[in-house]
């Protein structure tokens, strides 16, 4: 099973990088796996869970979608004057 070097931060958008070294005898379902964030320094930690291949390719998550939304207000606002 592969476990990603990086992620993107549900917070800020930037890179997150792998803390937790591969285990000897490889990932299994149920291991953690901690990151933290290049941008806010924040830390993730995540559970491996079982591929189940439902993944889509391009994943928007809420968060990415609700700073587009206030981005596009702001925008509007700054417009607006």
Not at 12 to 29: D, F, I, K, M, N
Request: glycine share 8%; charged share 35%; with cysteine.
């Amino acid at each position: 099973m592969e476990v990603p070097e990086e992620i993107i931060c549900v917070d800020c958008g930037q890179s997150a990088h792998r803390l937790t070294y591969p285990p000897e005898e490889g990932w299994e379902v149920g291991d953690i796996v901690a990151y933290r964030c290049a941008g806010c320094n924040d830390r993730w930690d995540l559970i491996v869970e079982e591929d189940d291949g439902q993944t889509p390719d391009h994943f928007v998550s809420y968060a990415a979608e609700a700073r587009a939304i206030l981005e596009s207000r702001r925008d509007q606002k700054g417009d607006a004057k």
